[in-house]
Nanobody, 126 residues
Framework: QVQLVESGGGSVQAGGSLRLSCAAS????????MGWFRQAPGKERDWVAT???????????SYADSVKGRFTISQDNAKNTVYLRMDSLKPEDTAMYYC????????????????WGQGTQVTVSS
């Protein structure tokens, strides 16, 4: 199985930056595809970014349009950790952020991911 533990959330003013971390453990073949999602109160859980390492150890990245150019997903394979660097934060980025993993990338909806962390809160004030 896979365990995921997020950290790095907090409160920041608009325009600021945060870096989220997701420490992963468990069978590596179950987490070739790692993603970040976010969920604001009363809203659905939305895809933010994915890094796909099935065919490329460096990982192929993809982003939701709402964060493209502001957020960067990366990984440190030696540390089994995935990061989400968030720059130019906006109040609408406020949400609980979740790390997710699955054996291979097959989509960007939450139900395509098998394993989830507990989440870390990000609050952006104007």
């Amino acid at each position: 199985q896979v365990q995921l533990v997020e950290s790095g959330g907090g409160s920041v003013q608009a325009g600021g930056s945060l870096r989220l971390s997701c420490a992963a453990s468990g069978y590596s073949y179950l987490r070739n595809c790692m993603g970040w999602f976010r969920q604001a109160p009363g809203k659905e859980r939305d895809w933010v970014a994915t890094i796909d390492s099935l065919d490329n150890d460096d990982g192929v990245t993809s982003y939701a349009d709402s964060v493209k150019g502001r957020f960067t997903i990366s990984q440190d394979n030696a540390k089994n950790t995935v990061y989400l660097r968030m720059d130019s934060l906006k109040p609408e980025d406020t949400a609980m952020y979740y790390c997710a993993a699955t054996p291979w990338c097959s989509g960007t909806s939450a139900d395509t991911f098998s394993y989830w962390g507990q989440g870390t809160q990000v609050t952006v004030s104007s």
